[in-house]
């Protein structure tokens, strides 16, 4: 269940644009919010926490506010790059 409340948040956040909490809740699809009626903000807090320990997204300052921005997935090397070394 918590995978389901992960993809619903990392969906809205962006790879190009840090965003505030409060950006990041506006762009929430709200159909797939209404299926966990637990969701609040203290477990959007909780779950934003789990994801800088874990280097998914990254805190940045906006007017002295914290801003969120997703980091891109680090790609395995491909066949071609195994053989250039």
């Known amino acids: 269940m918590d995978e389901d409340i992960d993809n ?3 969906e809205a956040l962006s790879f190009y ?3 505030t909490k409060e950006q990041l809740v506006l762009d929430l699809d709200p159909k797939k919010v209404r299926a966990f009626p637990h969701f609040d ?3 959007l807090e909780e779950r ?3 994801f800088i320990k874990n280097k998914k ?3 940045t300052k906006i ?3 914290q801003a969120y ?3 891109f997935p680090k790609r ?3 066949l071609f790059d195994f053989f250039r070394k």
Do not use: E, Q, S, Y
């Open 41 to 43: 903000l203290g477990l």
């Open 69 to 71: 921005i997703k980091i």
């Open 57 to 59: 997204i990254k805190v």
């Open 63 to 65: 007017n002295n506010d």
């Open 8 to 10: 619903i948040i990392l």
């Open 17 to 19: 644009t840090p965003m």
């Open 48 to 50: 934003m926490k789990f």
């Open 76 to 78: 395995k090397r491909g």
